[in-house]
């Protein structure tokens, strides 16, 4: 039996930056592996995640249950379409659009769903303090982006 902090340790290593611990996230996702998926959660009371249209679970043990119920219906398949990222030395912020695809018994169904997930490098590596996700609809794809006016 392998003890959950030693896979922990091990998989801490992996994640070397943010963009490593969102790649670790969403490979979880897709193989439906509710533990790998834990593994990148930073240890903090404070921690929190919102499904769409669900709501806010905070710590461990109720960011747990959630995924848990998402896992129970099988391995979700998604791809991030977008990523745009805010990075300091010591914390990163991704906006990503999520592209998932589920077979259901009306057979393969497709949703999009916008994102934010955060991290925080921490003596473990990086680990995610947040994920918070909306739904979203084919035609939010485009980025709005305001142009800065540059002065001289």
């Known amino acids: ?19 490593d ?11 439906g592996d509710l533990e790998r ?6 240890e903090e009371d404070e921690i929190a995640c919102v499904h769409p249209g669900g709501p806010r679970a905070i710590g ?20 991030l ?5 805010l990075e300091t030395a010591t914390s990163a912020v991704h906006h990503v659009l999520e592209k998932i695809q589920a077979m259901t018994p009306e057979g393969l169904q497709l949703a999009y769903v916008m994102a934010t997930n955060v991290y925080l490098r921490t003596s473990q590596g990086w680990r995610m303090v947040l994920h918070h996700a909306s ?3 084919p035609h939010d794809m485009p980025d709005v982006v305001e142009t800065g006016a540059t002065l001289h």
């Open 135 to 137: 739904p979203a609809q």
């Open 1 to 19: 039996m392998n003890d959950p902090r030693s896979i922990k340790a091990s998989q801490a290593a992996l994640m070397v930056s943010a963009d």
């Open 60 to 79: 461990l043990v109720a960011i747990r249950a959630s995924f848990e119920a998402v896992l129970s219906q099988g391995n979700l398949h998604v791809t």
């Open 81 to 85: 379409e977008q990523v745009r990222r």
């Open 37 to 42: 998926v834990m593994s990148v959660w930073a």
């Open 21 to 31: 611990t969102e790649a670790s996230f969403y490979e979880a996702l897709q193989q």
